[in-house]
């Protein structure tokens, strides 16, 4: 039997009942195939904004965000206040200013006389078993100064270049090096007060024989390679030892002889005038690495000055032989009161010294006083140490004029490599 003609499958449901014409088909249908439709996903929940503080409120906070006790938050919302309300701004400026004033800004270098004082205070309280000799203490001081100095120092600033200047027949000497080239030297010729306490020499058994200048020399030509940080530590050490030494020595080691090639000197008086270079070339370093750098305390710098001073009488003679000063005008026997210049050194570690001007051997007299020479005492030190020229001095100066120029040249002939 043949039923109803079947209708045609085009790939759409018909409805149970009436038949209706279909819509019309979208995109949507071709990725759906069963035509159900689609929810839309929820909304974020609203999120409240609050609003920002009020003019009261954010005035109220200017006290603390000046002390830096805001939080970030209200840290932020002061600092966009103030670009708007000028009140706030200036009452801000204010408050921070005040603030600076509270809390003074300060240098984190330490005070150069820092471990002096911390010393000094520590020995009131308990004295030394095995105290340090007063003529070693300048020494002892200088070294530790100068070591503090190097101690940031980083491979760059060990090769910092560093003249090292002194005056010589007249004429102004110099030697171009390093930062770890001086300590080189100080190393050396600290070596040679070593050497008259019996320790051992820096430079070894073959050390060569002569002074300061040919040891120097030597350690620095005897390596083919540069000087570097590594001549701190023997150098520090030597200084210790040195000081450890003479501590423990006992009294007279003072008048120990220590030979400089050319020249000897007491062991007390060695060792303030390895204090003294010490402090003169720290100077120069300091000079190069454009740090600043403090003179020595008071009483240690007028033993420096003492020194010199003590040493100018064998200067001159020494001159008048090389033929660069005026011959004697009135020899006298060894004690016998002579011609004199009175020496007056200002400012820290100063004082008044008597010079005799004819021989080493007279003794100054305040009666035969022809001349007097008026110095700073940093200038004088300056002078000592080939760093200027008698010429270059500010001197105050009154007398005889050719015996102010000679204890002048005198004074520079002291320095040396």
Not at 58 to 74: I, M, P, R, Y
Request: aromatic share 6%; charged share 25%; glycine share 10%.
């Amino acid at each position: 039997m043949n039923g109803p003609p079947q209708p045609p499958d085009d790939g759409y449901e018909r409805p149970v009942g009436r038949a209706r014409i279909p819509g019309p088909r979208g995109a949507a249908d071709d990725l759906d195939p069963g035509h159900a439709p689609r929810s839309m996903p929820p909304l974020p929940p609203q999120v409240e904004v609050p609003p920002p503080p009020s003019h009261a409120v954010l005035k109220s906070l200017l006290g603390a965000w000046a002390l830096a006790a805001c939080s970030a938050e209200e840290t932020q919302a002061v600092e966009d206040h103030l670009t708007e309300c000028a009140p706030c701004a200036e009452e801000a400026l204010r408050l921070r200013d005040a603030v600076g004033l509270l809390h003074p800004e300060e240098t984190l270098d330490l005070k150069p006389l820092l471990r002096s004082r911390v010393l000094e205070d520590c020995l009131g309280k308990r004295p030394a078993r095995i105290p340090v000799p007063v003529w070693a203490s300048p020494y002892d001081t200088e070294t530790a100064r100068l070591d503090a100095l190097l101690q940031d120092f980083g491979d760059s600033e060990w090769h910092t270049p560093v003249r090292l200047k002194w005056f010589e027949e007249e004429r102004r000497r110099s030697q171009r090096t390093t930062v770890a080239g001086v300590i080189g030297h100080l190393l050396t010729v600290d070596g040679l007060i070593a050497s008259a306490l019996g320790l051992d020499d820096p430079l070894g058994p073959d050390a060569p024989k002569g002074g300061p200048t040919v040891r120097t020399e030597h350690f620095w030509g005897a390596t083919p390679h540069p000087i570097t940080r590594q001549v701190r530590d023997p150098w520090r050490e030597q200084g210790h030892t040195l000081v450890r030494t003479v501590s423990f020595a006992g009294r007279g080691v003072a008048e120990l002889a220590v030979d400089y090639g050319g020249f000897a000197l007491p062991l007390g008086d060695a060792f303030l005038e390895r204090a003294f270079e010490c402090w003169v070339h720290a100077w120069d370093i300091a000079e190069a690495v454009d740090y600043p750098y403090e003179p020595p305390a008071g009483p240690h710098l007028h033993r420096m000055i003492d020194l010199a001073a003590r040493l100018l009488p064998g200067a001159l003679a020494q001159r008048r032989r090389a033929g660069l000063a005026a011959p004697p005008r009135g020899l006298v026997a060894a004690g016998a009161p002579g011609r004199t210049l009175h020496l007056e050194i200002e400012g820290s570690g100063g004082g008044g010294w008597d010079i005799a001007l004819d021989s080493p051997g007279a003794k100054p007299s305040p009666e035969r006083t022809v001349a007097e020479i008026a110095l700073d005492g940093i200038e004088f030190c300056q002078l000592a140490a080939g760093h200027i020229s008698p010429e270059e001095a500010a001197v105050g100066q009154h007398g005889d004029r050719e015996a102010i120029r000679d204890v002048l040249f005198a004074a520079a002939s002291l320095s040396r490599l």
